[in-house]
């Protein structure tokens, strides 16, 4: 065939499996060299396997890319929210930052979490609470209060962390806060 309709092929694996599939999949699509329309309502699945992703909502084509365009450049706060884990930014926060007012989205690795220190203005840096820490592994995810918006930050496992309550300063790269396309 010259198209090869997989539906789900790998949920009912488990997570070690579904990897090893995954690669096995990949490969054999390479050699035979034919297309596979791969379903999957795993985001991370989708990424690791796709050239190209659609991400669907209510039956309507949201966005259609890379898989890096579809993670680093979501058009909508749907997608930036559907696929993987993001900061959706009102446009008030993200015209401090871009001089624009749109939504944003700024991805939880993007961001940088510091201890608060005595005289930090709040140009050098977003003042925030660390609410909670979540333990994955090799990475360590914090939820994070700044004047009323939740973001999530990811820090590789064994980070020095403050502590829960604690005031932080966040920092990011501006060149990784994402201006979507949905109008503000």
């Known amino acids: 065939p010259k ?13 070690k499996l579904r990897e090893n599939m995954q690669e096995e999949l990949k490969s054999l699509q390479k050699a035979l060299g034919i297309t596979f329309v791969f379903v999957t309502h ?9 050239d ?28 930036a929210d559907f696929v993987g884990s993001s900061n959706v930014l009102p446009p008030d926060f993200v015209q401090r930052y871009s001089g624009q007012h749109r939504w944003g989205s700024l991805r939880p690795e993007s961001i940088r979490v510091g201890r608060a ?15 909670s820490t979540n333990y994955l592994g090799a990475t360590t995810k914090l939820a994070l209060d ?4 939740r973001l999530h930050a990811i820090v590789p496992a064994g980070t020095a962390l403050p502590a829960e309550g604690e005031a932080v300063v966040l920092t990011f790269n501006r060149e990784h806060l994402h201006l ?3 109008p503000a």
């Open 3 to 15: 198209v090869l309709l997989l539906d789900e092929p790998l949920g009912a694996l488990d997570l």
């Open 146 to 149: 700044a004047d009323g918006l």
């Open 180 to 182: 979507m396309d949905e």
């Open 52 to 79: 190209r992703v659609a991400v669907f909502n209510d039956g309507k084509i949201m966005q259609i890319g890379t898989p890096e365009d579809i993670y680093q450049r979501p058009k909508t706060r749907f997608v």
């Open 117 to 131: 220190a005595r005289g930090v203005t709040s140009g050098e840096g977003v003042s925030a609470r660390l609410v």
């Open 42 to 50: 795993d985001q991370g699945e989708a990424l690791s396997m796709a």
